[in-house]
């Protein structure tokens, strides 16, 4: 069946470290790629997202290609900093015209000052 | 922009009681979701709706019944609660098919 895989449960940086999440899926449909990003004690929200295979999408210094090639879509910041400090979801729609998005397992990011 | 309410904000239960989840929003969109959290398995949808009166079982339904009284409301019944269960529930809203707006959430314990 569709799912996504997070298999970074944890990760730990210092501020203005290389971040980078893994993110992997499978599916047969045409799905859509989600970042989404919980800070503590709020729901989750939408970070990034890309509709279409091959593209890049980025919003607030965070950056994600959709490759098909590989079923990936890792996140990445160049530079991170303490606010940065959540945790991380990668998420999909499979595309068929199911109303359900399915969630990886999430990242919990801890960045050091 | 808009705002999704659930209430209560902490919810603490008996095994085998039935607890009931609120949800609110006045973003006015067709569809609202049931998510359960849990430490390392990610969301689990329980629940959706796709309009008022419409009600669709996700993977987790077992246990849990749900209602969509009204479009702006959703709310999630815990039929008989599990001795020791401890998880966050999310209320979420959408548009379409893809993005979600989500609430802070319900946070459960059962004693």
């Known amino acids: 069946g569709d799912s996504v895989i997070q298999m970074q449960g944890q990760v730990t940086l210092s501020e203005n470290d290389f971040l980078f999440i893994n993110c992997t899926y499978s599916?047969?449909?045409?799905?859509?790629l989600f970042w989404y990003v919980q800070y503590s004690g709020e729901g989750p929200q939408l970070l990034l997202q890309?509709?279409?295979?091959?593209n890049k999408g980025s919003s607030r210094g965070f950056e994600a290609t959709y490759d098909k090639g590989t079923t990936s879509f890792h996140l990445q910041k160049t530079s991170v900093q303490e606010i940065d400090s959540a945790v991380y979801y990668c998420?999909?729609?499979?595309?068929?015209?199911?109303?359900?998005?399915?969630f990886g397992s999430g990242t919990q990011l801890t960045v050091m000052p | 922009g808009g705002i999704i309410t659930q209430t209560p904000k902490f919810l603490i239960g008996q095994e085998g009681q039935k607890l009931t989840l609120k949800c609110q929003q006045n973003?006015?969109?067709?569809?609202m979701y049931w998510y359960r959290q849990d430490s390392g398995k990610g969301l689990r949808l329980i629940y959706y709706?796709?309009?008022?009166?419409?009600?669709q079982k996700g993977d987790l339904s077992e246990g849990y019944d749900a209602s969509r009284e009204k479009k702006s409301s959703f709310s999630l019944t815990v039929t008989s609660a599990q001795k020791n269960e401890m998880a966050v529930f999310l209320c979420?809203?959408?548009?379409?098919?893809?993005?979600?707006?989500f609430g802070a959430g319900t946070r459960l314990s059962v004693l």
């Open positions: 599916t047969t449909g045409y799905p859509t």
């Open positions: 709706s796709i309009t008022e009166n419409d009600l």
């Open positions: 998420a999909m729609s499979d595309g068929s015209g199911s109303w359900q998005l399915i």
């Open positions: 973003f006015n969109h067709d569809t």
């Open positions: 890309v509709t279409t295979a091959n």
């Open positions: 979420a809203t959408a548009t379409g098919r893809d993005t979600l707006y």
